[in-house]
């Protein structure tokens, strides 16, 4: 009987989660294509933004704001 299997790594296992999470944002911003609405318009907004932070997250810590440490 061996120990645990070792996972992924923290490093990666938070990549992955990120990565997610920006796939269904870009989706939620597909979804909601061309809204008129104001309240869906800030929605979109504040989706693009969010992806926009994830990705810089994405790319690595040294391309990313000091304003986007909440995700870190």
Known sequence: MGGPD????AGEA??????????????ARDDL???SD???NDLSANL?????LLQREL??????????SGIT
Do not use: K, M, N
């Not at 693009?48 to 926009?52: E, I, N, P, Y």
């Open 59 to 68: 790319e690595g810590p040294d391309h990313a704001d000091s304003d986007a």
């Open 14 to 27: 938070r990549r992955a989660w990120l990565e997610r999470l920006h796939r269904a944002t870009q989706r």
């Open 6 to 9: 070792p996972g992924p790594s």
């Open 48 to 52: 693009d933004h969010f992806a926009g």
């Open 38 to 40: 104001p309240i869906v």
């Open 33 to 35: 294509g061309e809204p």
